[in-house]
């Protein structure tokens, strides 16, 4: 099936031994993130937005793997924020509805922007894929690369490949989004942990991260960010309580 094809392909990017890969790549873009922009802002005195520090160092990711000097990140936060203002709350409308009953300017620059931003995708898309015709190989870092090789596999048309590339990169955005939100979260109810959050800041302080085996030294972090993910994840569908710090 299509879907076996494309999974089959990005199984080689999301695969354990190319995370190493990936990690390297990123990470000098975090470290420099973190040494000019947070750093500063902390010995200043300033109070960080967490949810815009958040979303910008995530929305970074797919300027790094390859959809590089298309969107930057700053302009991809304030389009997913205007999209996702779209979005109804429980028991009213649903998206589409809602984005064809708004009001008459909200509505027109929602659906400008949307189209706005997947034309960029689709010109820097057509672009990439021409350039691969000429490459043996797609570098392991190349997130796009591999969605245009994913895509081919499916035998779609041209353009049929193009527009769903565009919309696994629209995907891929906002999923990053909902990575925010849980870290936003998990950072929410860590307030009322203050134990819990010192122990964890201790461990990260203390833990000297240089490549992606590094990261399995944040024993106590993973448990707490894992507990957050069961307790108050992003996407509720219940409520749940925390009985102690244990």
Not at 3 to 20: E, H, L, P, S
Not at 75 to 103: C, D, G, H, W
């Amino acid at each position: 099936t299509n879907w076996a094809a494309k999974r089959k392909i990005m199984n080689q990017f999301f695969g354990k031994t190319n995370m190493d890969n990936i990690f390297s790549f990123c990470k000098p873009y975090l470290d420099s993130y973190l040494r000019k922009t947070l750093m500063p802002k902390v010995g200043q005195g300033k109070t960080l937005e967490l949810v815009e520090e958040l979303t910008l160092i995530f929305l970074s990711f797919p300027l790094c793997l390859g959809v590089e000097e298309v969107l930057t990140p700053e302009e991809t936060a304030r389009n997913l924020i205007q999209i996702l203002k779209m979005i109804s709350k429980p028991n009213e409308y649903n998206f589409l509805q809602k984005v064809f009953f708004a009001a008459d300017t909200e509505r027109i620059n929602t659906t400008k922007m949307i189209i706005d931003m997947r034309a960029k995708l689709w010109e820097h898309t057509a672009q990439r894929m021409e350039e691969l015709k000429h490459e043996d190989e797609i570098k392991p870092s190349d997130i796009l690369g591999h969605l245009i090789r994913a895509n081919e596999a499916c035998n779609f048309e041209r353009g049929e490949v193009i527009s769903c590339i565009v919309d696994d990169l629209m995907t891929l955005y906002l999923v990053l989004d909902n990575n925010v939100k849980q870290i936003a979260s998990m950072m929410l109810h860590l307030n009322k942990y203050p134990t819990v959050y010192a122990k964890l800041v201790k461990e990260v302080r203390n833990t000297e991260i240089t490549d992606l085996r590094s990261l399995t030294s944040l024993v106590y972090t993973e448990k707490v960010i894992l507990e957050s993910l069961r307790m108050s994840p992003a996407l509720l569908r219940s409520t749940r309580q925390f009985v102690s710090e244990n």
